[in-house]
T-cell receptor, first 112, second 114 residues
Framework: DQQVKQNSPSLSVQEGRISILNCDYTNSMFDYFLWYKKYPAEGPTFLISISSIKDKNEDGRFTVFLNKSAKHLSLHIVPSQPGDSAVYFCAASYNQGGKLIFGQGTELSVKP | DTAVSQTPKYLVTQMGNDKSIKCEQNLGHDTMYWYKQDSKKFLKIMFSYNNKELIINETVPNRFSPKSPDKAHLNLHINSLELGDSAVYFC?????????????FGEGSWLTVV
């Protein structure tokens, strides 16, 4: 039973436009959420995170929104760039010794 | 310098064989992990060690045995390989048991069992 789900396996966006990647979770005990970015043949790298006490966190072109009542978070990339093309993983934790629960990823393609 | 390195990157082996994947981190982190990315693309934690001590052991077959000779190394040994073991295995490390932005992943080891 997957506690973190990313229901869109892929997303294609035009350069300069907004990319919105979505993630849903089922466990209300999760208190920390993260997004990781993964290029082919590389390991995931940390992108941005948000604590459950917040509903928004921004870092440059990347913003993560958290809706606890809906158990939903999203990653907004504005403006999207071709170099953003990668697989994006959503992850959640409830502070159990570093255990992260990952979604299955969404492959973003930003077209020039 | 590679922060978390794992070898081999690609491994093709026959069913029933025993194989090991090695992992080393040069970040001075205390906690190391093994994650498995299965055919459905989910990344799932398998094991976690903190200062050579096992702290997370998910529901993983006994054929998988992690070994941590020191806090900079966490190797994964797999006995009697099965077709379903084919996956990408990621090693990772973090400072203490902190989550999130302190977790660094290796490049992955692609295991194919034929």
């Amino acid at each position: 039973d997957q506690q973190v789900k990313q229901n869109s396996p892929s997303l294609s966006v035009q350069e300069g436009r907004i990319s919105i990647l979505n993630c849903d979770y089922t466990n209300s005990m999760f208190d920390y959420f993260l997004w990781y970015k993964k290029y082919p043949a590389e390991g995931p790298t940390f992108l941005i995170s948000i604590s459950s006490i917040k509903d928004k966190n921004e870092d440059g072109r990347f913003t993560v929104f958290l809706n606890k009542s809906a158990k939903h978070l999203s990653l907004h990339i504005v403006p999207s760039q071709p170099g953003d093309s990668a697989v994006y993983f959503c992850a959640a934790s409830y502070n159990q010794g570093g255990k992260l629960i990952f979604g299955q990823g969404t492959e973003l393609s930003v077209k020039p | 310098d590679t922060a978390v390195s794992q070898t081999p990157k690609y491994l093709v082996t026959q069913m029933g064989n025993d194989k090991s994947i090695k992992c080393e981190q040069n970040l001075g982190h205390d906690t190391m992990y093994w994650y498995k990315q299965d055919s459905k693309k989910f990344l799932k934690i398998m094991f976690s060690y903190n200062n050579k001590e096992l702290i997370i052991n998910e529901t993983v077959p006994n054929r998988f045995s992690p070994k941590s000779p020191d806090k900079a190394h966490l190797n994964l040994h797999i006995n009697s390989l099965e077709l379903g073991d084919s996956a990408v295995y990621f090693c990772a490390s973090s400072r203490q048991r902190q989550v999130g932005n302190t977790i660094y992943f290796g490049e992955g080891s692609w295991l194919t069992v034929v």
